[in-house]
């Protein structure tokens, strides 16, 4: 860090990010060189053949060049490697021996060109070995000059070109950063960045239709991605780095911390027992929440029989299941839902599976077996369910009723009021209701199915006020202060271990960014130990590397600049590295705080935190506060811990009070059956 600056731009890569890529080449080379060394000299007068002559020149300069390649690799991996993220100085010639190194390839296209005819035309009666090695060294070159042009285009930074006109050196610190100049040039970057991001995302979504709702959503998230790391410049690599050593750390703490952090009852009940009534209904609902997703769900859940299942009621007319069903897309979603509910054709009311950018799918049906009309919302699973999660700007969502602000996640508000118009307007709850008026409504869903439960349940609350609402792994991002407190009358949220979701947030992405600064900022070692030593300890496990966690040994002024970004234009007027001279620095975000809805159901593993494959895991639930969760846990199970098997999983386990395998490869398929 930062970004180093070569050909007259900047990269997407620092001056010690060579250091892994640039030892694998120089193995790759050293093995190149032993065996053109070994042919050499084993047929070292003896190329008798019609181009021998030839092949003996072009072995000759081959082992010269490879031996000037070898040469630079080694200096570019030494040089790279020395100094620290913070400290650059010592590797000030790695864009003299990139020069270098880049000049090479020349030579080494030529030659290999060189190869290429010397194969077609003067290879006859030459020894198969020497062909083949002379074949193997030119689609070896050809292969590293691939290699060589796909790195440029990953490493390639859309904004490299943009460069600070006058030297920073004349400023004493960016509080002498505030003339016209500067905040025309700032917003020129940022307003560039966010263009960058859009063709980005459109090129990534080229599929999908481009109608209004879908360029306000790639504007709206260019806006909130290209804005995050802007300010720091920050390579790829520094942020890994950030995050091995943040993982490390929050490891060390938590085997510190009191294992009785959580507290021991609801927030809105003191009764133990409710605990466990809750993780009944709740086990129950989550079934419903995993059918929502259909048949890939169900096939990844099931991959040796989920196929068998499904394939003769798959090949029905769906034009059959829509008269008796309302909805669309039937067939392999409707009978994966089938097996999984266990229920009868008849218990559904409507289903639609109908997908677009702020409209997710969902189901009602009849559960007799807790007498509930119940509606289950399906979670992300397209690339249009991405931008509505995406979309995470606030917008107004008005309650009667409660007092205080009332705003809520766009995208998710959004489909809320698009399924609560299909429930109330199309007369799809009024219909479930005139078959069992005496049922109660419950409304389920998982990931962002969980977060348009819960304001969809926001919004019918008043109508149906008995109504409950269980959310798995909702998003921490969802409502404002008031309505999460509205919400804990009706609405319990399930969260699972370290899973990122229900921590994902703007203020908590804030105090992440925040985080990493002051790791990579403050840690002595080297990029490259800190990246390896972090995956191994990803991978195996082991000790935490023994860090500073303190600013202790800098002084406030130097910790008020960007890490040494200052030639970077983006980082100029920045408050991330403001707030890292302080732990007690709050982190000044433009965005409104959201929270996670209604009451928190908080399950952990039981035991050590490091288990082998097939180990046996038990949990425990415990009612948990918001407070809880106002930061990203760094783990291997930050993802893991999302997904919905998972969840139904820890669920089984505790209300049938048995253990279950750690690999989700060993999950019973029973679980997505009927329970």
């Known amino acids: 860090m ?18 892994l890529p640039g ?23 003896k190329f008798d053949c019609h181009g021998g002559a030839l092949l003996h020149s072009y072995l000759i300069v081959l082992l010269v060049l490879l031996a000037f ?13 020395q100094g620290t993220i913070m400290n650059p100085g010592p590797r000030r010639s790695v864009p003299a021996l990139v020069y270098l190194r880049a000049l090479l390839y020349i030579p080494e296209l030529v030659w290999a060109c060189l190869g290429a005819v010397w194969v077609s035309d003067d290879s006859g009666g030459c020894e ?10 030119v689609v070896a070159s050809w292969i590293i000059l691939l290699s060589m042009f796909v790195g440029v285009l990953i490493v390639f ?16 610190g960016l509080r002498d950063l505030e003339s016209s100049e500067s905040s025309q040039l700032f917003y020129s970057a940022r307003s560039l960045a966010v263009r960058v991001w859009e063709s980005r995302l459109r090129l990534l979504c080229c599929c999908l239709p481009q109608d209004d709702n879908h360029r306000a959503a790639f504007s709206s998230i260019a806006q909130l991605v290209s804005g995050f790391f802007s300010d720091t410049d920050l390579v790829p690599s520094d942020i890994a780095a950030g995050l091995a050593l943040l993982h490390q750390e929050q490891d060390k703490v938590e085997q510190c911390k009191d294992p009785d952090d959580v507290i021991p009852h609801s927030p809105s009940s003191p009764i133990r027992e409710d605990l466990e009534i809750e993780l009944e209904k709740a086990a129950h609902c989550m079934q419903f929440a995993v059918a929502a997703y259909g048949w890939p769900l169900y096939v990844y859940s099931n991959p040796f029989t989920g196929l068998c299942k499904l394939s003769g009621d798959c090949c029905r007319n769906p034009r059959a299941e829509y008269d008796l069903v309302g909805g669309d897309n039937l067939g392999c979603n409707f009978n994966s839902i089938l097996h999984v509910t266990g229920l009868q054709y008849r218990d559904f009311i409507h289903i639609s599976f109908h997908n677009q950018i702020y409209e997710i799918p969902f189901f009602v049906a009849l559960d007799h077996k807790r007498e509930a009309v119940l509606v289950a919302v399906r979670g992300t699973l397209s690339l249009k369910d991405a931008l509505t999660d995406l979309s995470a700007e606030c917008e107004n969502l008005p309650v009667e009723g409660v007092s205080g602000a009332c705003y809520a996640h766009k995208g998710i508000s959004q489909a809320a009021n698009y399924i609560y118009k299909k429930l109330v307007n199309d007369g799809i709850l009024s219909q479930a209701f005139s078959i069992a008026p005496e049922y109660r409504l419950v409304i389920t869903g998982h990931s962002l199915g969980a977060g348009t439960a819960s304001l969809l349940a926001v919004l019918l609350r008043s109508t149906y006020p008995t109504l409950q609402c269980y959310a798995f792994s909702p998003p921490g991002g ?24 229900p921590r994902l947030s703007i203020p908590n992405m804030e105090d992440l960014k925040r985080r990493i600064l002051k790791m990579v900022s403050n840690c002595s070692k080297p990029k490259y130990k800190i990246l390896l030593h972090g995956c ?4 195996f496990g082991g000790t935490p590397d023994d860090f500073p966690t303190e600013m202790e040994n800098r002084r406030e002024e130097e910790l008020s600049q960007p890490l040494l970004g200052g030639g970077s234009l983006l980082v100029q007027g920045s408050t991330s590295y403001q707030s890292l001279s302080s732990d007690d620095s709050p982190t000044h975000s433009t965005h409104l705080p959201l929270y996670l809805p209604g009451r928190i159901m908080y399950i952990t593993e039981d035991g050590p935190t490091r288990r082998h494959c097939f180990s ?60």
């Open 478 to 501: 969802l409502m404002s202060k008031a309505l999460a407190e509205y919400s804990k009358q009706f609405v319990v949220s399930v969260v699972l271990g370290k899973d990122l979701v």
């Open 69 to 81: 390649i070898i040469l630079t690799l080694c200096a570019i991996v030494y040089v790279s490697a």
């Open 536 to 539: 191994w300890y990803e991978v």
């Open 616 to 675: 046996q895991v038990r949990y425990r639930a415990e009612w948990s506060s918001e407070m809880a969760f106002r930061s990203v846990l760094i783990s291997p199970r930050m993802i893991a811990d999302h997904m919905p098997d998972v969840v139904l999983r820890a669920l089984h386990s505790l209300t049938s009070d048995r253990p279950f395998s750690l690999c989700p490869s060993s999950l019973s398929n029973s679980h997505l059956n009927v329970i």
């Open 128 to 137: 198969p070995a020497e062909v083949g090695i002379v074949l193997g060294t």
């Open 157 to 172: 930074d859309p904004l490299g070109s943009l460069r600070w006109p006058v030297p920073i050196g004349q400023y004493s």
């Open 2 to 19: 930062p970004g180093m600056v070569v050909f007259g731009r900047r990269w997407g890569i620092a001056s010690d990010d060579l250091v």
């Open 23 to 45: 030892a694998f080449e120089l193995f790759i080379r050293v093995l190149w060189w032993i065996g053109i060394l070994t042919l050499y000299a084993t047929r070292k007068g």
